[in-house]
């Protein structure tokens, strides 16, 4: 599957990831961190792979410029 996203989109998702992840973490603190790790590893993952398409993202509109 090919999602065609801007970059303002891309930024937009990872920081609302962020601040999941934040709450999550918030709520691990009070106890709950066993059935919030799952979740947490799956948004961690996701950022990593939008983080990688945000960077070649950038990265081709640099060749495009050059």
């Known amino acids: 599957m090919n999602i065609d996203l801007t ?26 961190g066993t059935t919030i ?3 947490l590893a799956d948004l961690d ?3 990593e792979k ?5 960077n070649q993202n950038i990265t081709d509109l640099e060749v495009a410029s050059a």
């Open 37 to 39: 790790g799952g979740e």
């Open 7 to 32: 970059h303002d989109e891309i930024i937009l998702l990872l920081d609302s990831m962020a601040g999941r992840m934040d709450d999550l973490n918030t709520c691990a603190m009070f106890g709950d």
């Open 50 to 54: 939008l983080s990688d398409a945000l």
């Open 45 to 47: 993952e996701l950022i």
